[in-house]
T-cell receptor, first 114, second 113 residues
């Protein structure tokens, strides 16, 4: 089955440092790609999405992600971490090879140190 | 405001009981989904529906049942056959096709007591 992999279940950065959360997908046809954020005991909020337009996608709260077909990746970055960025982040994919359903990675918990 | 409403936020179930989680949306979305979330496992799809009176099993449907009698509503029943129901349950809706994002409710935390 097609899948999505998030490298690193926990990532810790210092406030002001670069945030890099990794996501790789497995389908042969580029899927639609999404990053969501979840705060404790809440639902998921969309950060950004790639739907075959520009490969560099800008989202909310200063986050952006770059689609790289050759690497089958869609890594999430933010130049300078804030304490409020501490949350769990999920990469998700959809498309024909995923049955047009959202398939989620296992999530990465981001910790921001002061 | 448009959105998805899940209720209750917290639910406690005794052994052998069935419980029903509510999910209502006013976004006029055709597709609705139920996910189960456990620590370190991401979101796993339980059931999904793309049209009224029709639904399909997801990856972990055993011990769960759903109905889709109205476009706006997609309730999930956790039956006594589900041996490990303690989890966080999330409902979502979207336009059909996979190109657009899903919108999520605030979740229901179910605990077996």
């Amino acid at each position: 089955a097609q899948s999505v992999t998030q490298l690193g279940s926990h990532v810790s950065v210092s406030e002001g440092a670069l945030v890099l959360l990794r996501c790789n997908y497995s389908s042969s046809v580029p899927p639609y790609l999404f990053w969501y954020v979840q705060y404790p005991n809440q639902g998921l909020q969309l950060l950004l999405k790639y739907t075959s337009a520009a490969t560099l996608v800008k989202g909310i709260n200063g986050f952006e992600a770059e689609f790289k077909k050759s690497e089958t990746s869609f890594h999430l970055t933010k130049p300078s971490a804030h304490m409020s960025d501490a949350a769990e982040y999920f990469c998700a994919v959809s498309g024909v090879e995923y049955g047009n359903k959202l398939v989620f990675g296992a999530g990465t918990i981001l910790r921001v140190k002061s | 405001d448009g959105g998805i409403t899940q209720s209750p936020k917290y639910l406690f179930r005794k052994e052998g009981q069935n419980v029903t989680l509510s999910c209502e949306q006013n976004l006029n979305h055709d597709a609705m989904y139920w996910y189960r979330q456990d620590p370190g496992q991401g979101l796993r799809l339980i059931y999904y529906s793309q049209i009224v009176n029709d639904f399909q099993k997801g990856d972990i449907a055993e011990g769960y049942s759903v109905s889709r009698e109205k476009k706006e509503s997609f309730p999930l029943t956790v039956t006594s056959a589900q041996k490990n129901p303690t989890a966080f349950y999330l409902c979502a809706s979207s336009v059909i096709g996979g190109r657009t994002e899903a919108f999520f409710g605030q979740g229901t935390r179910l605990t077996v007591v």
